[in-house]
């Protein structure tokens, strides 16, 4: 009787042990704000609607005050560095600049592009390049000032002035970091974020099997091989058309194939398995505002590793984060979480859990 009983007190204090040993995370406060801004109403058919909702889910991808996402759109430059300079987590440099500039939210670019610049996503070289207006378009930018202020006879001399700012702040912007993306040049400064050698000598296989490979510039063969190498982006056809535009939603899958690296870097960690158990239970929640005090259904999900081992992930009071279920390519919340679901969870650098993929 002795035997058994110092047995049940091990077992029972290795059990205690293993439950102490879990780690436990929660959700983020502002999960449901989050949700409505990557809730868009364009996405339905498309076919990358999961990397979409991934990236919107890291803050990468964000509504800018329209609830589409124009998915078939071709990408403008200055939204391939605004999207790259997320995934770099250089948001609060990108607070600093607005700060200290005070710029408003019409030249939010401008700090995106300072701080491009400071973290060498882009090169001045390059910058310069873009900012380049032509001759004919400086003649495209008179010409539309003459048509709009021949509509406008009674025009004030500041309404005059106010107006061909207005549209040579518009056109110069549509001729330079508003131009279309090419695949070169994000190509190059996707390997530039994720810190990639240059290939070279016999390694370089893959940028010789394109067809169109001489039209490549010859400075960037070597990271576009490291590029190709890994995935990141491919072939059309067994053409990498260097000059051809890129949709909005083709960029959302190459930062998704991204992200992981990236984010990792960034103190981000990715882990998997099945939900082994769930509690559900109520908690009050208190509205700041008119005071008053409501019930909260609250998850708690314990999650079983390939290896055995056990986390908790769970939304205590106001927090959650945003489930995307593949079986019906829904985003959600906690609560359309089950038992025995297998599950991907990315937990930021805070140690929150911000999204679930449901695999």
Known sequence: MKKIGILVLLISLLLTNTTFAMDKYIGIKEYEALYNNMNFSDIKNSPYKKSIYKLASLSIIRKNGSDKFYPSKSIS?????????RMAGK?????????????????????YLETAKKIKLITKEEAKNILYV???EEYKIEDKIDEELKKRPN??????????????????????WGELANREEVAIWISRIMGLNKIGGSSRQYVYNLKDYSKIKPENISLIERVLQLKIIEPIDGYFKPNSHMRRDEMAVILDKMSKKILELRGYSVKEGVIDSMEKFVVPVENLIT??????NNYVYTIRDESGEYNKISTEGDNGYIVYNKYNDTIGFPSDLNEYDYIEYWINDKKNIVYVEVK
């Not at 005071?291 to 909260?296: A, D, F, Q, R, V």
Request: without cysteine; proline residues 0%; aromatic residues 4%.
């Open 77 to 85: 430059k200055e939204e391939v560095i605004t999207m790259l300079v």
């Open 91 to 111: 948001e609060e440099e990108v607070q600093e600049v607005i700060e200290k500039k005070k710029l408003n939210n019409n030249n939010e670019l401008e700090a």
């Open 134 to 136: 032509s001759d004919e």
């Open 155 to 176: 025009y004030t001399e500041d309404e005059i002035k106010d107006l061909e700012e207005k549209i040579r702040s518009e056109m110069k912007h549509k001729y330079t």
């Open 291 to 296: 005071g008053e005090i409501t019930g909260k």
